[in-house]
T-cell receptor, first 114, second 108 residues
Framework: DTGVSQDPRHKITKRGQNVTFRCDPI?????LYWYRQTLGQGPEFLTY????????KSRLLSDRFSAERPKGSFSTLEIQRTEQGDSAMYLC????????????FGEGSRLTVL | AQRVTQPEKLLSVFKGAPVELKCNYS??????LFWYVQYSRQRLQLLLR??SRESIKGFTADLNKGETSFHLKKPFAQEEDSAMYYC??????????FGQGTRLTINP
């Protein structure tokens, strides 16, 4: 297992288009998190799953954002009708439930909206 | 509301000098505090957690509940310590809330 993997690593799109990011967590981890990071800021929480259940979603998250983890393994984050303000690094992380606060991060998917 | 504040965006010290990265938090209960580190071209990774009371790579951090602080310290900085450092908190294995980060540069 090579750790958390994210795809694509880079995505350039035009405003108004939809984009989807995929995250494959470490296989035995049942928690999966999505964060967004912009330049000069720390990671900002978006949502997290325990197995296939989405337990929390940030109030800052517009309804253009949706995340799924249908079988409790990989997850997808979709952004509809992208805006320039969506340009950011989207980070995925996973953790074993019993260990609080220890997240294993992927390398991130960088989104640029033109 | 949970909040983590790292007052210094940039910190530069000379090799061999002591390092202290500041972190203050606001939380109504008893949080769990962490330091994460991101080296150049690497993933964000856990450095240490307050509950373990451990020293990792020479770094220690003490939770001061009275001052709501969790400063990261190292007595003698090394060049390989140059990185982005993020303080973070959680409670009860829920989401992790991060500070804005401090970029530490160790000058030779």
């Amino acid at each position: 297992d090579t750790g958390v993997s994210q795809d694509p690593r880079h995505k350039i799109t035009k405003r108004g288009q939809n984009v989807t990011f995929r995250c494959d967590p470490i296989s035995e981890h049942n928690r999966l998190y999505w964060y967004r990071q912009t330049l000069g800021q720390g990671p900002e929480f978006l949502t997290y799953f325990q197995n296939e259940a989405q337990l929390e979603k940030s109030r800052l998250l517009s309804d253009r954002f949706s995340a799924e983890r249908p079988k409790g393994s990989f997850s997808t984050l979709e952004i509809q009708r992208t805006e320039q303000g969506d340009s950011a690094m989207y980070l995925c992380a996973s953790s074993p439930r019993v260990v609080s606060g220890e997240l294993f991060f992927g390398e991130g998917s960088r989104l640029t909206v033109l | 509301a949970q909040r983590v504040t790292q007052p210094e965006k940039l910190l530069s010290v000379f090799k061999g000098a002591p390092v202290e990265l500041k972190c203050n938090y606001s939380y109504s209960g008893s949080p769990e505090l962490f330091w994460y580190v991101q080296y150049s071209r690497q993933r964000l990774q856990l450095l240490l957690r307050h509950i373990s009371r451990e020293s990792i790579k020479g770094f220690t951090a003490d939770l001061n509940k009275g001052e709501t602080s969790f400063h990261l310290k190292k007595p003698f900085a090394q060049e390989e310590d140059s990185a982005m450092y993020y303080c973070a908190l959680t409670r009860g294995a829920q989401k992790l809330v991060f500070g804005q980060g401090t970029r530490l540069t160790i000058n030779p």
